[in-house]
């Protein structure tokens, strides 16, 4: 059984930095993009970051610049480094396997997701 568990989430301030991980069980994955969703209250599920098998990086624009995600096959993990973090990137942040090896920005190409990490910047 596939499992994805994300972790490092929390309360920070405007400003900080944070790095969320998410550790994948039941298979490996270094055949596979990966990629970061977010969720704020209200809203739909946004794209945040996406890596491909080659570890081509895509961002969504609104964090852009200030995001980077990482892989580490030997690991099964994927990483989201937040930095310069803003009251709007909050949110549940969800991370994802894609269903081929190529990264993109469409939740429905991504098969498996995990449970989610509330992120919290406050002014």
């Known amino acids: 059984q596939v499992q994805l568990a994300e972790s490092g989430g929390g309360l920070v301030q405007a400003g900080d930095s944070l790095r969320l991980s998410c550790a994948a069980s039941?298979?490996?994955?270094?055949?596979?993009?990966m990629g970061w969703f977010r969720q704020a209250p209200g809203k739909n599920r946004e794209f945040v970051a996406a890596?491909?098998?080659?570890?081509?990086?895509y961002y969504g624009a609104s964090v852009q610049g200030r995001f980077t995600i990482s892989r580490d096959n030997d690991k099964n993990t994927v990483y989201l480094q937040m930095n310069s973090l803003k009251p709007e990137d909050t949110a549940v942040y969800f991370c994802?396997?894609?269903?081929?090896?190529?990264?993109?920005?469409?939740?429905?190409?991504?098969?498996?997701w995990g449970q989610g990490t509330q992120v919290t910047v406050s002014s």
């Open positions: 994802a396997i894609g269903a081929t090896r190529f990264a993109t920005a469409h939740a429905r190409d991504y098969d498996y």
């Open positions: 039941g298979r490996t994955f270094s055949d596979n993009a």
């Open positions: 890596i491909s098998t080659r570890e081509m990086l």
